[in-house]
């Protein structure tokens, strides 16, 4: 939207909440632009910031109470590293407003531990567990948590289990890494090589980077796609 809005016309002007609000959006959906950032992304935050979007206000807003801090404290602590790799915590819903948001807020902190290729945190809430799911570019979550019933991106996805317990949740998760690392789920492209990149302009509005890479795909992977009529080559390329 706020990139929409530069371009209707140059009499058009935003007013203060609405772009804190939109630059609140951002910086949760970027994780605080570290995940799907781009030159567009930061060029959207200048245009908000030129109508107005107090940056120090909005992270005011955003900070925790002590109570939520040490329940997040608490959960970090007592979180499980699976096959040394994979951080499983639980997060208490008792005296939080948002359990299921407060969760995926202690999922993108675990992706600051190092070696941890993905996160997933678990709340009780309303009889059921959710489960919030994170990476940063080894692990499709999305296919994970597809698997439980949910669903949402490559990098971030969630799930909601009923009738379970929190205990039975984690060991359903680590049934899913397990089927993951023996190659008996398809986890999307195993890998992207990065090649290059180059510099294109098409007009002064739009421009930015041209990145070149090859996806490698697993085994797994080949056995999911559509046989061309030159298998030779296919196996080649893929």
């Known amino acids: 939207v706020a990139e929409i809005s530069q371009y209707i016309g140059s009499g058009l002007k935003l007013k203060s909440a609405e772009a804190e609000a939109m630059y609140a959006g951002i910086m949760i959906d970027t994780n605080y632009f570290s995940n799907k950032t781009g030159v ?4 959207a935050m200048a245009y908000l910031r030129r109508n107005g979007a107090d940056a120090v206000r909005i992270r005011k807003a955003f900070r925790e109470d002590i109570d939520e ?3 997040r404290a608490a959960a970090i602590q007592d979180t499980e590293l699976y096959e040394g790799v994979f951080a499983i915590a639980e997060s208490k819903s008792e005296g ?11 999922a993108n902190s675990l992706l600051d531990i190092s ?4 996160s997933f945190v ?16 080894e692990v499709n979550v999305q296919v994970m948590m597809e698997r439980l019933g949910g669903g949402g991106h490559i990098n971030m996805a969630g799930a909601q289990l009923e009738n379970v317990e929190v205990e039975e949740a984690k060991n359903m998760i680590k049934q899913e890494i397990d089927s993951m690392i023996d190659k008996t789920h398809l986890t999307g492209i195993g890998k992207l090589e990065f090649l290059g990149g180059n510099q294109i302009i098409l007009t002064d509005e739009y421009a930015g980077l041209c990145l070149m890479y090859t ?3 697993g085994e797994e992977d080949k056995k999911f796609m559509p046989n061309p009529n030159d298998e030779e080559r296919f196996l080649k390329d893929f």
């Open 122 to 137: 678990l709340t009780k809430y309303r009889g059921k567990v959710y489960i919030s799911a994170r990476s940063i570019d």
């Open 40 to 43: 567009r992304t930061f060029e």
């Open 115 to 118: 070696n941890v290729k993905a």
């Open 69 to 71: 801090y040490k329940i």
């Open 96 to 106: 939080i407003e948002s359990p299921t948001v407060f969760a995926s807020k202690i």
């Open 215 to 217: 996806a490698i795909h």
